[in-house]
Each structure stands twice: as structure tokens, then as C-alpha cells.
């Protein structure tokens, strides 16, 4: 049988890394989510134009 570690992921060490890590992810959600609004904005003004 396999053997499997007994390491875990015990998350950042400081809370300054903690931080950097959820500022990281909070940006990466924004950006996300803000392109998507661009892109649903540039498509709605494409179905007007193109099926009027």
C-alpha cells in the first residue's frame, strides 16, 4: 500500500503573509469579476447593434 506524509498545510506562518495572501486573492476576485461585467456590457451592446 502507499504510505501517505503526515506533512499538512498549516497555512501562512506570519500574519503579514496571511494578509498578502488574501489581498492577492481579493484582487484576483475584483479583476475577475470586473472583466466579466466588461465583457457581459460589450456583448449586450453587441446584441443591440447586430439584432436591431
Do not use: N
Request: net charge negative; glycine share 10%.
Amino acid at each position: 500500500m502507499a504510505s501517505h506524509g503526515t506533512a499538512r498545510y498549516t497555512g501562512p506562518e506570519t500574519i503579514e503573509a496571511l494578509t498578502a495572501d488574501r489581498e492577492k486573492m481579493w484582487h484576483g476576485f475584483t479583476a475577475a469579476t470586473t472583466g466579466g461585467v466588461i465583457f457581459m456590457i460589450v456583448l449586450l451592446i453587441a446584441m443591440a447593434v447586430f439584432l436591431l
